[in-house]
């Protein structure tokens, strides 16, 4: 399994970017797919999270996000995070993640920092 993503840049506070992550090679066996960030100096923290098999069925958002990030995915194999009102505190290396296996993180795909999740290889978001 392959995670790319793509979608990073900088843009000015309040503005707005959507993050690309498409999953390609073996299948996903798991459910849950998600977006963590780390920022310089700081742990890894999760994102959002999603079940991919019926999109929105199942969405998590950490509080920080809710109602500024929409994580989704499409029917193939394709997850999006549209992030709005940006701000500085978003500045961090975004990761694309998938659970190794059904059931590695919870039943609402609140996304865990498994050592052994599949990982994008980050894309630098940095808002100021």
């Known amino acids: 399994v392959q995670l790319v993503e793509s979608g990073g840049g900088s843009v000015q506070t309040g503005g707005s970017l959507t993050l690309t992550c498409v999953h390609t090679g073996r299948s996903l066996t798991s459910n849950c797919m998600g977006w963590f960030r780390q920022a310089p100096g700081k742990e890894r923290e999760a994102v959002a999270g999603?079940?991919?098999?019926?999109?929105?069925?199942?969405i998590h958002y950490a509080d920080s996000v809710q109602g500024r990030f929409t994580i989704s995915h499409d029917t193939e194999n394709t997850m999006y995070l549209q992030m709005n009102n940006l701000k500085p505190e978003d500045t961090a290396m975004y990761y694309c993640?998938?659970?190794?296996?059904?059931?590695?993180?919870?039943?609402?795909?609140?996304?865990?920092?498994?050592?052994?999740?599949?990982w994008g290889q980050g894309t630098q978001v940095t808002v100021s």
């Open positions: 999603i079940y991919w098999r019926s999109a929105g069925s199942s």
């Open positions: 993640a998938a659970e190794p296996y059904g059931g590695s993180w919870d039943s609402h795909c609140q996304p865990y920092d498994r050592d052994n999740n599949y």
